[in-house]
Every structure is written in structure tokens, then in C-alpha cells.
């Protein structure tokens, strides 16, 4: 610490040992401690989180989190922390830019992706059966996107491509692993609705990128970057009923026209509270606070 001598010190939460002690370091030192999570920005009362956070602000250190506060609950209280917002891959004009372009341009059968690790808390296997219904009646394809690393993983994708198969949804479905950050950009530049049924996230990153791409992401309504997204029941579900699931992408497989305004509508809302300008704003509000 001392050799590099920061003036300000981003640990990751203090749930980790490692964080902690460099935390305390970095205060014994004197310099600025901020402490980054991705939980609410108001934790719930008797939490860990909202103690942790209420020590961390008794020492004089900075909370912050990745979190958007739900614009219904705005209220502030012990163990409270600051937003700074994940902000655009690249560009945030000239992203919104280019996603307007492919959403006006956009043809043929509505392009699903998910985007996630082989996990079974993920929820593969829950869209599958959410879509399943639909194959005799709309036309659509589904890709999944995911690393590959180690045998469990191997072992969940063959599972899912039995669920795949025993769906007959074979000849719609295509698993793509491996990609490059540039290569995951035309990804999903190239899908239409994004869909992460996972029971637990707590700061999903995949949703925004879609996003910002011009997806249309649908998310659990418990999702930590949930209020990323449009203030509107279009744009969640229940993670763990595959029929909610269902329910919420039924509307947009069979209208093309409400899926482009719901691509629109979110992309268009990221913008205006994640955008460049407004991360630049956080952040010079983070540095200028004590």
C-alpha cells in the first residue's frame, strides 16, 4: 500500500478477510476507504449488510454499491450507501445510436438469448419448459451462451440438451461458449429479447449489456439490477414458476411491434440513468463527499 500510495482505497464489501485488512491499513494510513457491495442501498433492518455498513460508515469509511434504489422506497437510514451506477460497455450515446438503428431495421422471427454460467440456480432448464408451449404456435430461436469450464459444467449442458430434446425444441436452440468481449457485443446486437430466469442475482451484469445492445431484457423481479430497467411488470417475472416466465415473454413473440417498443423503452431508460453523463455525476458526487 505503501509503495503504490493511493489516495483513495476501493476494498470489495467486508465480508472477506483480505478486505478488511486492507481496509484497516489503508485507514491506519490515512487514506480514503471506500467500501463497494452490490446489495440494496437501504439493507433491511437487523441485516449483515446494514451493520456491516453502519460500521464501515462509524470508521469513517465511504459505502457505496452498484445498486439503483427501487424509486418507490427512496428513504434513507442507518447502514444507507451511496449508488454508482454500472455505466455502458463503451460509448453510452453511441450505443443507444447503433441499438435504435437495429431495433428499427430489426426483421424476422423474435431472436431469444440467455446469457449465464452452467449453474442450475440459473434457471436453463426453466425456460426451456417456459417455452416449450410455444413451439407449435410462434416462430422463434433460443441461445444459450455460457462457459464451459469444468466438468460440471459439461455435465449441466448435457442435461440441457436432453431438456432441449425432450422439448423437441432441438432445431431452435444453439449453445455458444468461448466468446471474446467483442464477439459477446455482436451477440447480442444479433438477439431480440434477453432472458435470465436466475432465483438469486445479486448484481446481474448480462441484462444491462443486452440493454444497452438493444435487447429486450427480462429479469426476475428480485434481481439486484432490476431497477436498471424500465419501472414496469413487462420486464419481470417470478425466476422460479416457469409459467410466469412464460407469461412474460408470451406478448412479445407474437407482436412485433410491442417488442421494438419494449427494446426501445429499455434501452432508452438505461441511458438516461446509467448513461456516461450520469455515472460521471455519481462519481464526482462520490469524490467531492466525505
Given at each position: ?10 476494498v470489495?464489501?467486508?465480508?472477506r478477510?483480505?478486505?478488511r485488512?486492507?481496509?484497516l ?8 476507504v471506500?467500501?463497494?457491495?452490490q ?20 470508521a ?5 454499491t ?17 449508488t ?8 453510452s ?11 428499427i431495421?430489426?426483421?424476422g ?10 449453474r442450475?440456480?440459473k434457471?436453463?432448464?426453466r ?20 462457459e ?5 459444467d ?14 423437441d ?5 444453439a449453445?455458444?461458449?468461448g ?6 457485443a ?22 444491462l449489456e443486452?440493454a444497452w ?7 426476475d ?6 431497477h436498471?430497467?424500465?419501472?414496469s ?11 410466469d ?9 407474437g407482436?412485433s411491434a ?31 463527499s466525505?
Amino acid at each position: 500500500m505503501a509503495r503504490i500510495d493511493p489516495d483513495v482505497v476501493v476494498v470489495r464489501g467486508l465480508s472477506r478477510w483480505f478486505c478488511r485488512t486492507a481496509a484497516l491499513i489503508a485507514k491506519i494510513q490515512g487514506r480514503r476507504v471506500v467500501v463497494y457491495d452490490q446489495e440494496d442501498p437501504l439493507p433491511p433492518p437487523r441485516s449483515s449488510t446494514r451493520l456491516r455498513r453502519t460500521v464501515s460508515r462509524a470508521a469513517g469509511f465511504t459505502c457505496v454499491t452498484a445498486r439503483i434504489p427501487d424509486p418507490h422506497s427512496l428513504q434513507r437510514g442507518p447502514g444507507f450507501a451511496r449508488t454508482l451506477p454500472f455505466g455502458a460497455p463503451t460509448n453510452s450515446a453511441a450505443m443507444v445510436r447503433a441499438a435504435k438503428q437495429r431495433i428499427i431495421t430489426a426483421e424476422g422471427p423474435p431472436r431469444i438469448l440467455m446469457v449465464a454460467k452452467y449453474r442450475s440456480r440459473k434457471g436453463h432448464k426453466r425456460l426451456i419448459e417456459a417455452l416449450a408451449p410455444f413451439a407449435s404456435t410462434y416462430d422463434f430461436s433460443l441461445t444459450f451462451c455460457g462457459e464451459e469450464v469444468t466438468e460440471a459444467d459439461r455435465e449441466l449442458r448435457r442435461e440441457i440438451e436432453t431438456a432441449v430434446n425432450d422439448a423437441d425444441l432441438s432445431a431452435r436452440v444453439a449453445f455458444r461458449s468461448g466468446l471474446r468481449q467483442l464477439e459477446m457485443a455482436q451477440l447480442y446486437s444479433q438477439h431480440d429479447i434477453f432472458v435470465l430466469p436466475s432465483t438469486s442475482e445479486p448484481a446481474a451484469v448480462s441484462p444491462l449489456e443486452a440493454a444497452w445492445h438493444g435487447c429486450l431484457p427480462l429479469v426476475d423481479r428480485r434481481s439486484g439490477t432490476r431497477h436498471y430497467l424500465p419501472p414496469s411488470e413487462d420486464f419481470e417475472f417470478d425466476a422460479a414458476k416457469p409459467a410466469d416466465i412464460a407469461a412474460a415473454i408470451a406478448p412479445f413473440l407474437g407482436d412485433s411491434a410491442a417488442m421494438q417498443t419494449a427494446r426501445l423503452y429499455a434501452t432508452t431508460h438505461i441511458a438516461r440513468i446509467a448513461g456516461d453523463a450520469e455515472v460521471k455525476l455519481a462519481l464526482e458526487q462520490l469524490v467531492s463527499s466525505r
